[in-house]
């Protein structure tokens, strides 16, 4: 009886605000097919909020489909989902479609919002084939591309997201599709050298930055490439070129280009790009890899020199450890101190995050390419900062 009770004042309450707006309001705006599902939510909100939704889902099953009640039917499944009620809204969604009545320009956004519902309850299969179907259609065939490049990047089956987002591609340019297939390539690639095939790799590297030649991860993969051939120097160039790219990776490339040189460089040549770079480009990691350059070539007295000249106009807090665990010591500094600034410092460090998602601001110590939460490439970077770069 409570749900039959619910029910009759659900229909009431509607039908009530259904005639106020129809007499409030001119002629040509009566007109007006109800298409804003925003606004029809905002409306629907205090239905939702004192009805039950068992009361609600009763209501849509017994309200006509036409032009006018879309937007309704449409709204209520979207508001189950996004409470995680997924199967009711799958329901509302399923039986829309079935409807004869259903305007058939309707059908495209009906058959979308129920792939999203599938996608919500992991019926990926499903999701997959629906979200093909509109793939052609002209209001959600975008869209529809878009949801299958995300789910075939989450299933890492990247030959199906490259073919789908270069189908994208032929609608015209368009800089993030074209970031976005360099990285499947990419992927493609790293898969390809995971495979010995050298020559394959090779030649998708080539294909991503034809995509877009500031592809700092084909850079990476390639100075891979190079280092098992034994290509060592050029190796280390190819790493100056992520500077070039996306300083902001600076960090990453440095470290590859410091092991690089330790084992097979000249540390002479290796402090003269090393200062070059640091005069263009300034980071943390940058100084502290000429101060050990300039430590190895020179002594240690002028790689104290170094960094503490440095720390004065770009104070960080991993320089400062570096300089108390080099100079030791100094103008009345007890080793005792030393070692209290030291563990001070460590702790500052400890487990806070390295890399940010410039896009979200997702956080950790690990760096993604593919940020898990927004789901943009090259978006998660080393963190700036006083205790970071």
């Known amino acids: 009886m409570d749900i039959v009770f619910q029910w009759l004042l659900l229909t009431a309450a509607v039908a009530a605000g259904w005639l106020a707006g129809r007499f409030s309001r001119s002629p040509e705006r009566s007109r007006r097919v109800i298409s804003d599902e925003t606004s029809v939510r905002d409306r629907l909100q205090f239905l939702f909020t004192n009805y039950s939704d068992q009361a609600v889902e009763n209501f849509v099953q017994s309200l006509a489909v036409n032009r006018d009640t879309v937007s309704l039917h449409l709204s209520i499944g979207a508001h189950f989902r996004h409470k995680g009620e997924t199967d009711r809204a799958i329901v509302i969604h399923q039986n829309l479609l079935a409807r004869p009545e259903l305007p058939a320009r309707f059908s495209p956004q009906v058959t979308f919002e129920l792939a999203l519902d599938y996608l919500n309850a992991g019926l990926l299969d499903r999701a997959e084939a629906l979200m093909h179907q509109l793939m052609g259609d002209r209001d959600y065939g975008r869209r529809a591309a878009s949801q299958l490049i995300d789910l075939y990047q989450q299933e890492r089956e990247w030959g199906k997201a490259g073919q789908v987002a270069r189908t994208l591609m032929k609608d015209g340019v368009d800089p993030e599709l074209e970031k976005t297939l360099a990285y499947i390539t990419c992927e493609l690639a790293d898969e390809a050298l995971k495979h010995d095939d050298r020559w394959g790799a090779q030649k998708l590297l080539k294909e991503a930055l034809e995509y877009d030649s500031s592809c700092v991860r084909a850079t990476f993969i390639g100075m891979t490439m190079l280092i098992r051939q034994g290509s060592f120097r050029d190796a280390a160039s190819q790493s100056l070129k992520v500077f070039e790219q ?22 002479g040549r290796l402090v003269k790009k090393l200062r070059k770079l640091y005069a263009t480009w300034p980071s943390t990691s940058l100084l502290l890899a000429l101060v050990d350059s300039v430590e190895r070539a020179s002594g240690r007295p002028a790689a104290i020199d170094l960094l503490r000249m440095e720390l004065e106009v770009r104070p960080s807090v991993r320089g400062l450890l570096r300089l108390v665990e080099m100079a030791g010591y100094e103008k009345g500094m007890t080793t005792d101190e030393g070692r209290l600034v030291s563990r ?3 702790l500052l460090l400890a487990n806070r995050p390295v890399y940010r998602c410039v896009n979200c601001g997702f956080s950790g110590q690990q760096l993604h390419w593919l940020c898990p939460s927004c789901k943009n490439w090259e978006t998660v970077r080393p963190i700036q900062g006083v205790e970071a770069e």
Do not use: V, W
């Open 344 to 346: 001070i410092g460590h």
């Open 246 to 267: 996306n300083p902001e990776f600076g960090s990453e490339a440095i470290d590859r280009l410091m092991k690089l040189e330790r084992e097979h460089g000249d540390i």
